[in-house]
């Protein structure tokens, strides 16, 4: 079973730029969907991008196209977010999730392993 790590957070102000990193363990990176989530105290869960397993597709969140970039580099078993031009509403705890079979989509139900996170502040 895989275990997720997340780094990178930090406080910018608006127009900077984070890139965040999930280390994985346990498991090869290379046999999972992954996906990077985001959550507000007393909000829901939501799916901010996620790269499919084999085929390697994206699917962005509208909120973050044409700033957040996935990637993922199987070599060093890691999952990245690159956000760039940050926006005070892109404040929020960030977490890596994981799933064993072919996922593309933003849903949070759909993942099974997810990190502790990793808190992103952006300020005006």
């Known amino acids: 079973q895989v275990q997720l790590v997340e780094s990178g957070g930090g406080s910018v102000q608006s127009g900077g730029s984070l890139r965040l990193s999930c280390a994985a363990s346990g498991d090869s990176l290379s046999t999972y969907s992954m996906g990077w989530f985001r959550q507000i105290p007393g909000n829901e869960r939501e799916g901010v991008a996620v790269?499919?397993?084999?085929?390697?597709?994206?699917l962005y969140a509208e909120s973050v196209k044409g700033r957040f970039t996935i990637s993922r580099d199987n070599a060093k078993n890691t999952l990245y977010l690159q956000m760039n031009s940050l926006k005070p509403e892109d404040t929020a705890m960030y977490l890596c999730?994981?799933?064993?079979?072919?996922?593309?989509?933003?849903?949070?139900?759909?993942?099974?392993?997810w990190g502790q996170g990793t808190q992103v502040t952006v300020s005006s």
């Open positions: 999730a994981a799933d064993r079979t072919y996922r593309l989509t933003l849903h949070r139900f759909w993942y099974n392993y």
């Open positions: 790269i499919a397993r084999d085929d390697g597709k994206i």
